[in-house]
């Protein structure tokens, strides 16, 4: 047998396995003896060998006596004192959570209500829970008894099934304290038989996620042939917010596209209608009608774009090889074409669309 480490005479160690093994005094004691004999050394093995008392349960009494002795230091009813010196380790046990105000309270409620270890488990919890608010819900006190009550209260909220909601306002109606936490749950019990409230719809919300789904808003400058002059008087966009709201007047008209990239990038964009005669190269296109969008910001040449310039008063879309010897207007940033008609009589077209 290990060594005695805690001023405990050898003596002193026998008597109070021998206590233990006889099952003397009460639980209370056997709690603390379990404790005193763990400190000489001696394990939870070595103890339920010499006692019969298992580690689980030593480990349970040791607890509930300290829950004991702390709800004693507080005030307990004396008849709830008694009891729980004969009977419920087990319920003391899960005590351990709450502090040693509630503890004394919580144990006079479960002896008061006859609660079971199970209960007590459930009470702790709710409690526990309920302690962490800076002040109780409307209606309910602090109190265990209404801290298990507002459990209830909160998950008929929750439940939408009839027979559940009515299983679960019993169960808080059992549980509550006090009159004013009662009143609450039988509110619920009451909105039961009340003819059903109808609710308003979900509002039809939708978010725009991909930058093509904000469109970009395009002055008209007009159609093909068009004067060069007219695009000085084409307005500038004034986009504004975060749906890009134009608030121009233009008697031109205006015209939207998706987000594209390179249409975003455009920092003054105008479009001009045309047909695909108006282009300097020949495109395959079963609509004859097209849009030509010019960003009039950019006016200096490069050789990998087109560019929009005055020829003989006129507005032309052309290419250079060499910086042009006339002023560049603006550059040609997109043509666009109308959506493809599609003939359901014809399956080459929909295996077109399809591929």
């Not at 008392?53 to 009494?61: A, L, R, T, V």
């Not at 209260?153 to 936490?181: C, N, P």
């Not at 008087?233 to 004034?238: F, K, T, Y």
């Not at 709201?245 to 105008?270: H, T, Y």
Request: aromatic share 10%; with cysteine.
């Amino acid at each position: 047998m290990t060594e005695s480490t805690d001023n405990q005479t050898p003596m002193d160690t026998e008597a109070l396995l021998l206590m233990l093994r006889r099952k003397e005094s009460n639980w209370v004691e056997w709690g603390k003896a379990c404790q005193k004999l763990q400190k000489t050394g001696l394990n939870p093995q070595e103890i339920f060998e010499a006692t019969g008392f298992e580690p689980i349960q030593q480990n349970q009494i040791i607890v509930a006596s300290q829950v004991f002795d702390s709800m004693m230091s507080v005030g307990i009813a004396p008849a709830t004192q008694t009891h729980y010196q004969r009977v419920g380790s087990d319920s003391l046990y899960e005590l351990r959570i709450l502090s040693q105000e509630d503890r004394a309270a919580t144990a006079d409620y479960l002896f008061n209500r006859n609660i079971d270890s199970e209960g007590s488990k459930e009470v702790a919890k709710a409690f526990k829970e309920f302690s962490y608010m800076r002040q109780p819900p409307e209606g309910f006190t602090h109190h265990p008894g209404d801290a298990v009550a507002y459990q209830y209260w909160r998950y008929v909220k929750q439940q939408a099934d009839l027979t559940e909601k009515t299983r679960l306002i019993a169960r808080g109606l059992m549980f509550a304290h006090s009159q004013s936490a009662r009143n609450q749950i039988e509110k619920l019990l009451l909105a039961l038989s009340a003819p059903a409230q109808r609710t308003a719809p979900a509002l039809p919300i939708y978010r725009l996620e991909a930058d093509e789904q904000m469109p970009r808003t395009i002055p008209v400058a007009g159609t093909f042939p068009i004067a060069s002059s007219i695009l000085a008087s084409v307005p500038r966009i004034a986009a504004t917010g975060s749906f890009q709201i134009v608030r121009q007047n233009w008697e031109g008209g205006w015209v939207s596209f998706p987000g594209w990239g390179v249409l975003c990038k455009a920092e003054d964009p105008i479009a001009v209608i045309g047909e695909r005669g108006n282009l300097p190269m020949k495109i395959s296109n079963e609509s004859p009608e097209t849009i030509v969008i010019l960003d009039r910001n950019v006016t200096e040449w490069n050789e990998f774009n087109y560019f929009a310039i005055d020829r003989d008063g006129q507005l032309a879309i052309e290419w250079f090889d060499s910086p042009p010897s006339v002023p560049i207007l603006a550059q040609l940033v997109l043509v666009i074409h109308p959506k493809r008609p599609i003939d359901p009589d014809n399956p080459k077209d929909l295996w077109e669309l399809e591929d």
